[in-house]
Each structure stands twice: as C-alpha cells, then as structure tokens.
C-alpha cells in the first residue's frame, strides 16, 4: 500500500474551507440566474403568442 502524500492532504485540509463556500456560493448565484433566465423566455414566449379570443356572448 502507499504511503499517503501528506503535503497533498495538509493542502485540502487549509483550502477546503475556503473552496467549498466558494462553489457552494457560485452554485447558488448560477441557479438563479439560470431560472431567471429560463424564467423571461418563458414569459416572453407565452406574451408573444397570440390567440384569437371570441367575445363570449351575454
């Protein structure tokens, strides 16, 4: 069995903290803006269509 590179293992244990919240951060700030996004399309598709509305009668 190898011996582990503990250099490599004290470099995760300093910047994991720091990279985590990172991306969990960056994850978050990339979803809203994907559903924002996928959000004016949406509305954008459903304002452009057009559909002829009879009057209804009274």
């Not at 582990?4 to 979803?31: D, E, K, R, S």
């Amino acid at each position: 069995m190898k011996k582990p590179n503990l250099h490599l293992v004290f470099q995760w244990l300093i910047f994991l903290p720091v990279i985590l919240p990172l991306c969990i951060i960056f994850g978050a700030i990339q979803g809203v803006i994907n559903t924002v996004e996928q959000m004016a399309l949406q509305m954008w598709a459903d304002a452009s269509t057009i559909d002829k509305v009879e009057p209804s009668e009274l």
